[in-house]
């Protein structure tokens, strides 16, 4: 059974952080269980995307700060895993 323990506090906070440093607009869905656990990202253009940490089978064992998936059904993309600052900036950078 897939496991989200690497989705703690302090790595949600980072999340927090990296999307507000980008300028994104964010919200979350509340202090809920790890693997509910969903960001609403807004990008410059006005797409929403949605952030979930991945499951521990996604993860590599070489980075462990690469947890996050980010999504846009607009653009029909979906990251692979990566870290906070990394899925920031891919939303901010989407075309």
């Known amino acids: ?19 507000t440093a980008a300028g994104l607009d964010w919200s979350d869905n509340g202090p809920v ?21 991945a499951t521990n089978f996604q993860i590599s064992g ?4 690469q947890i996050w998936q980010a999504s846009c059904g607009e653009l029909l993309m979906t990251t692979p895993v990566l870290s906070a600052r990394m899925v920031a900036d891919r939303i901010k950078d989407a075309a």
């Open 33 to 53: 269980d790890p693997q509910f656990l969903t960001y609403t990202v807004t990008d410059p253009h006005g797409r929403t995307w949605r952030v979930s940490p």
């Open 62 to 65: 070489s980075d462990s700060s």
């Open 1 to 19: 059974m897939a496991s989200f323990t690497h989705a703690t506090p302090e790595r949600r906070a980072q999340l927090g952080s990296a999307l």
